[in-house]
């Protein structure tokens, strides 16, 4: 809360006193319809603030604050107007839940449930917080070391490993630049994670017969590294996030439109939850269609060779040729590999540092300093290759 309280944090503590005080309006005058007030309410701050009133660096500064608060409070409202919680929460829970220090800052999104449980204590349940849990110290440490090797790489490891790769043309600056944001984000998701494991947050829908709860799992850096697909690549960048865009946003939409309207849906409702930017909207829309072409060509090419080629590892796997009987399959999922560490490359080079700040106070119109032209630009660099790569899939896919 003390961080809030600066001159500009003073609009994230107002964007949660209205969305707290939009939900119980609406839940007193009208007893539902809870849900689209909070989402209209949230959203239009969100384009309000970020667009009209601070200027980009003063939004940067609370953006990921707002975000958090804005998926806490859709999703309790979602809950409360589906059943799945049965009662309003009183203002000091609702006050509790929305400012929790502990994931206001940082993250990850919990739900309601979790929050709740995080306070709990009963004696007859073991998996009550215990400050002299080993399990609990050792995940806070491991989250609190892995925070910091990945802010060592981010800020300075990945430039000095890869001084010189100007030298062999723009691909190798791309990864670069493309691995440097992601070790700032992996940055990010254990610091966020050691603070929400050190306040009692555990594993959402953790069974009490676990191994480890307290691994509260935010960010899987070896499936982004090393991919199968760009599907893995979503599910793991920031598994709370996946969650609650999953079961708030992709299930809701999925009657409606089908798959493919459903996932370009999830990824604009993303897009709107990150604040308005030309570079996050195209990012993340690119990144939706490639996902999309990527599973439907990979599963259909699966199901015609009965081989284990999916853009998801099969669980109980039914074909006849896996990896460790044809040594093709291993072949094909380690070229689709590489097709998604050349993609994470290309869409992540966007996330550069080489755009002067002064440019931020300049261009009114983006809420980041991210402009059309600088995102066209960086792209056309690479040729827009992965576009033509997804548009060239795609018309394969239409084609068996």
């Known amino acids: 809360m003390v961080g809030l309280m600066d001159w500009h944090g ?21 007893g539902k319809w809870r849900a689209y007030a909070v989402t209209l309410t949230c959203l239009s701050m969100i384009i309000i603030v970020g667009e009209c009133t601070l200027a980009p660096p003063q939004w940067n500064r609370i953006r990921g604050t707002v975000m958090v608060m804005t998926m806490k409070m859709i999703s309790l409202a979602v809950d409360l107007d589906s059943d799945h919680i049965a009662y309003l929460p009183s203002l000091p829970e609702l006050f509790g839940y929305m400012f929790h220090c502990a994931t206001l800052i940082f993250g990850p999104w919990i739900s309601f449930y979790d929050y709740y ?14 400050l002299f849990d080993p399990l609990w110290l050792l995940s806070v440490l491991r989250a609190l070391l892995l925070s910091t090797m990945c802010l060592v790489l981010s800020a300075c490891g990945v430039h000095w490993f890869f001084e010189d790769v100007e030298d062999y043309g723009t691909w190798p600056v791309a990864f670069r630049e493309a691995m440097g944001f992601r070790m700032s984000h992996y940055f990010v998701c254990f610091h966020g994670e050691s603070s929400a494991v050190a306040a009692g947050v555990r594993r959402q829908s953790a069974r009490k017969d676990e191994l480890n709860e307290w691994n509260l799992e935010i960010v899987r850096p070896a499936r982004i590294e090393l991919p199968r697909s760009l599907v893995e690549v979503v599910v793991y960048w920031n598994r709370p996030m996946h969650l609650f865009l999953k079961n708030y946003v992709f299930r809701r939409l999925l009657p409606f439109g089908g798959r493919f309207l459903a996932v370009l849906g999830t990824f604009a409702a993303s897009a709107l939850l990150h604040g308005l930017s030309f570079r996050l909207a195209a990012v993340l829309l690119s990144l939706g269609f490639y996902i999309h072409v990527e599973y439907v060509l990979r599963e259909k090419l699966a199901s015609i060779f009965s081989a284990c080629i999916g853009a998801r590892e099969c669980h109980s796997c039914a074909h006849k ?61 690479l040729g827009f290759a992965s576009h033509w790569l997804v548009l060239a899939m795609f018309a394969f896919n239409y084609l068996l």
Do not use: C
Not at 117 to 130: I, T, Y
Not at 321 to 341: D, E, K, L, Y
């Open 117 to 130: 449980r995080s306070l709990e204590f009963r004696e007859d349940d073991k998996a009550s917080m215990d």
């Open 321 to 381: 040729n896996t990896p460790s009987t044809h040594w093709w399959v291993w072949f094909i999922n380690g070229v689709w590999t590489t097709v998604a560490i050349a993609n994470l490359a290309y869409l992540g080079t966007m996330f550069d540092d080489d755009q002067p700040t002064d440019v931020e106070e300049k261009l009114g119109g983006a809420s980041t300093g991210a402009t059309m032209q600088y995102t066209l630009k960086k792209w056309s660099e």
């Open 10 to 30: 003073f609009y994230a503590f107002t964007f949660g006193v209205i969305a707290i005080t939009t939900l119980y309006a609406t839940h007193w005058l009208f």
